[in-house]
C-alpha cells in the first residue's frame, strides 16, 4: 500500500505541476487572444528586431559615405579671420589692435582618381549592405519561422504526452482496485508504476521543450506566443522540392541569396579600393584662389592692405617610406579575403539547399509510412479495447497499444513539422522567405539602381552546383542494383536478366503468377464489360506491396461482387503517385495490383482465371500535382467488375 501512496503521490504531484505550468503558458497572454500567424511576428521582428535595426543603420551609414566620398570632386571653401592685441618694443606703433580676414578656394583637378575610386568603392559597399541587411531579415524571417513551428510543435507533443499520462492513471486506478479485491497481481501493479512514472517523465520533457522554445520565440519577437497560432502556408514554387531538381534550385538560389550577393559585390568593391590605393603614385593637381584684407600694413602701420592670388599647385611624393607600396598590398590581400568569403557564403548556401531539399524528399516519402504506423496503431487500440470488454485482453495490452498509438502519433507529429521546417530553410536559403511571406522592411530603398554597376556573373564557374543526391545509390530502401523493379532488400536474385519477368522476390519467372486474361479470341480489356467499379481504401509503405491486414477487409465489396456472378471477373487497377521516377511508378504499380490480386486468390478462393491485375504507373492521376494530398489520391487501387465471355 506504501508503493501504491507514494506512486499515486508522485503522479499526482508530476501531473498537477505538469497542467499547471502548461496553463501558465498557454494563459500568458490572456486567456481571450484571437489566433495569430506566423506573418504578424515575422513582420514585427523585421521591423524592431535590434540585429535587424542594427543592419538598417549600417545600410543608411554606406549611403552617407557615397555623399561623403562625392565632396571630393566639389570645391573647398574656407574662411579665415583673426583679431589680435599686440605689445612690442620697436616700431612707430608699439601697442595696437589689428584685424584680419581671407576666404580661399580650393578645388581639386587631379588626384590619381582617388576620389572617382573611392565613389565607385561606396557605391558598391552600399549594395554590399543593403544584401547583408536583406540577409539579416531572411535569418530573423528563418529563425521566427522555426521558433512558431516549434511552440506550435511541442505545444501538440505535451497534449499527446497528457493524454497518454492520463491512460495510464485510469489503468493504474483500475490495476490497484483489482490488486486490493484480491484478484490482480501485484507485479502488473510494480509494472505499471514504472509506466506511469515514464509517462510522468514524457510530460516534463515536453513541458521543459515548451518553455525553452517559448524563450526562444520571446528573444526573438520581444512577446510571449499568442495562445492560438494559426498554422503555416507557404505559398512559393521553391515549396515543393519535386518541382525541379536540385541544380535548378541551386542555380536559383546563386541569384536571390543575399548572404551570396552581398559577396559578390564585397569583391567589386575591394577592386576600387586597389584603384584608390594606386593613386598614391599619382600627383595632386589644385585649383587654388584667395582673397584677403588686413587693417596692418607690412609695418604694421595702421594702413588697410588686401591682397587676391588665383593659381595651381602641384604635388607629387617621391618617397613615402614604403606606406604607399603597403597600401596596395593591403587592398590586394582585401580583394583576395573577399574571394574567400564568396567562396563561403556559395558553400554555405548550397549545404542548406542541398539539405533542405533533401530534407523534403526523404520525409515527403516517409510520412505515408508514418501515418500508416499511426493509424495501425489507432485501429490496434480500439480493437484491443474491444477485446478487453470480452476478456480476451489485459489492461497491460491496452498500455502496449496505447504506448505504441503515443509514439507514432509522436513520430508523424514531428516529421510533419519537420518537413515544414525544411521547407522553410530552402525559401530561407534562396533568399524568398520574406518575401513568400509577404514581408518587407519599411523605409528601404532599392539601392541597385544606385549601384556604380550591376554584377552579372556565371553561376557554374564562380559556384558550380554539384548534385550530392545518393539515394539511388546508398539509399537501401530504393537500392536496385538490376533494375527489374524489386529492391535489392527483397530482391532474392540481385543479378537477373534486364527485361525479364520476375516475382515478388526479383527471381525469374517463367510464367506471370496471375493467371491470363480469359481466353476468349476477341476478348480484351478495353473492350470488356464493366458491371461495377469500386475504389478500394487499401494504403501501402512507401515502396512496398505488402497489403497488410488491417486493409483485407477494403476487399469486402469486391469479394461479394465476385460471389454473386460466377461469370464476372474482376481487374485490378493500381496506380501511383507523380513523384519519383516514371519507370519505376509503373513497375511498382503493377506489383501492387499483383499483391492485391493474389490477396483475393489466397484469402478469397477467387479463381486466377478470373482475376487480371493491371498497372497504370503515374499515367492516370486523379490530381494533376505533386503534395502530400494528391499524392495520397492518386497513389491507390481500384477494382473493376467485368462480365467475362461466355465461351471461356
Excluded at 605689445?87 to 581639386?108: F, K, P, S, V, W
Excluded at 528563418?142 to 505535451?158: I, Q, S
Excluded at 512496398?544 to 469479394?559: A, F, H, Q
Aim: hydrophobic share 40%.
Amino acid at each position: 500500500m506504501k508503493l501504491i501512496n507514494s506512486v499515486l503521490s508522485k503522479v499526482v504531484i508530476g501531473a498537477t505541476g505538469a497542467v499547471l505550468a502548461h496553463a501558465a503558458i498557454a494563459q500568458s497572454n490572456g486567456v481571450g487572444d484571437s489566433s495569430v500567424s506566423l506573418e504578424d511576428y515575422v513582420r514585427k521582428v523585421v521591423n524592431e528586431n535590434p540585429e535587424v535595426q542594427a543592419s538598417w543603420r549600417q545600410l543608411q551609414v554606406a549611403m552617407s559615405d557615397v555623399d561623403i566620398a562625392r565632396g571630393g570632386f566639389r570645391p573647398q571653401v574656407d574662411v579665415l579671420a583673426s583679431s589680435a592685441y599686440t605689445d612690442r618694443n620697436y616700431g612707430l606703433d608699439r601697442e595696437y589692435m589689428g584685424h584680419t580676414a581671407q576666404i580661399a578656394l580650393t578645388q581639386m583637378l587631379y588626384d590619381g582618381f582617388l576620389t572617382s575610386s573611392e565613389v565607385k568603392r561606396f557605391k558598391q559597399a552600399q549594395v554590399v549592405r543593403f544584401f547583408e541587411l536583406m540577409g539579416e531579415v531572411e535569418q530573423k524571417s528563418l529563425d521566427t519561422a522555426l521558433a512558431y513551428m516549434d511552440v506550435k510543435m511541442f505545444r501538440e507533443l505535451l497534449k499527446l504526452a497528457e493524454e497518454n499520462l492520463i491512460t495510464h492513471v485510469d489503468v493504474f486506478k483500475q490495476i490497484e482496485e483489482s490488486v486490493e479485491a484480491g484478484v490482480g497481481r501485484r507485479a502488473d501493479l510494480e509494472q505499471i508504476s514504472g509506466r506511469l512514472s515514464l509517462a510522468e517523465s514524457n510530460v516534463l520533457t515536453e513541458l521543459s521543450n515548451l518553455h525553452d522554445v517559448t524563450a526562444r520565440f520571446l528573444r526573438l519577437v520581444g512577446e510571449k506566443p499568442a495562445n492560438s497560432l494559426q498554422p503555416v502556408t507557404l505559398n512559393s514554387a521553391y515549396v515543393d522540392a519535386s518541382v525541379t531538381d536540385i541544380q535548378t534550385l541551386l542555380t536559383n538560389a546563386y541569384g536571390t541569396n543575399p548572404q551570396f550577393n552581398a559577396a559578390i559585390y564585397n569583391i567589386d568593391a575591394q577592386r576600387y579600393a586597389v584603384d584608390s590605393a594606386k593613386s598614391l603614385y599619382h600627383p595632386q593637381v589644385n585649383l587654388t584662389a584667395s582673397y584677403g584684407a588686413q587693417t596692418r600694413d607690412q609695418a604694421a602701420l595702421n594702413n588697410t592692405i588686401t591682397e587676391a592670388s588665383v593659381g595651381v599647385n602641384f604635388s607629387y611624393n617621391l618617397y613615402n617610406g614604403g606606406s604607399d607600396r603597403a597600401a596596395i598590398r593591403q587592398a590586394l590581400s582585401q580583394v583576395d579575403l573577399a574571394k574567400d568569403l564568396r567562396d563561403k557564403a556559395c558553400i554555405d548556401m548550397r549545404q542548406t539547399v542541398q539539405i533542405a531539399y533533401n530534407d523534403i524528399i526523404n520525409i515527403t516519402e516517409q510520412l505515408p509510412s508514418l501515418n500508416a504506423h499511426r493509424l495501425s496503431s489507432d485501429r490496434v487500440k480500439s480493437a484491443y479495447m474491444d477485446q478487453f470488454t470480452i476478456g480476451e485482453r489485459s489492461l497491460l495490452d491496452l498500455l502496449d497499444s496505447e504506448n505504441e498509438y503515443y509514439e507514432s502519433s509522436r513520430a508523424y507529429l514531428e516529421a510533419q513539422y519537420t518537413l515544414e521546417k525544411a521547407r522553410v530553410r530552402l525559401l530561407a536559403a534562396s533568399g524568398s522567405l520574406a518575401q513568400t511571406l509577404g514581408i518587407t522592411k519599411d523605409g528601404v530603398p532599392d539601392v541597385l539602381d544606385k549601384a556604380e554597376e550591376r554584377i552579372s556573373y556565371d553561376p557554374n564557374y564562380v559556384c558550380p552546383a554539384v548534385r550530392t543526391n545518393f539515394e539511388d545509390e546508398l539509399n537501401i530502401l530504393k537500392r536496385d542494383t538490376d533494375g527489374d523493379g524489386i529492391v535489392d532488400l527483397w530482391d532474392d536474385c540481385v543479378d537477373s536478366t534486364p527485361g525479364a519477368m520476375v516475382d515478388d522476390f526479383g527471381c525469374e519467372a517463367k510464367e506471370p503468377d496471375m493467371a491470363p486474361e480469359p481466353s476468349a479470341a476477341d476478348f480484351t480489356l478495353d473492350n470488356a464489360k464493366i458491371i461495377n467499379s469500386f475504389n478500394v481504401n487499401i494504403e501501402f509503405a512507401s515502396n512496398s506491396t505488402e497489403v497488410l491486414p488491417e486493409y483485407e477487409n477494403s476487399l469486402r465489396d469486391v469479394i461479394e461482387a465476385l460471389n454473386n456472378d460466377p461469370n464476372s471477373g474482376v481487374i485490378i487497377h493500381g496506380h501511383a503517385s507523380l513523384d519519383g521516377d516514371a519507370a519505376y511508378n509503373q513497375r511498382l504499380s503493377e506489383r501492387r495490383a499483383k499483391a492485391v490480386a493474389s490477396l483475393l486468390m489466397n484469402k478469397a478462393n477467387i479463381e486466377a482465371r478470373r482475376i487480371t491485375a493491371v498497372g497504370y504507373g503515374e499515367s492516370r492521376p486523379l490530381v494533376d500535382e505533386e503534395s502530400d494530398a494528391a499524392n495520397a489520391r492518386n497513389r491507390r487501387i481500384e477494382a473493376a467488375i467485368i462480365q467475362l465471355p461466355s465461351n471461356e
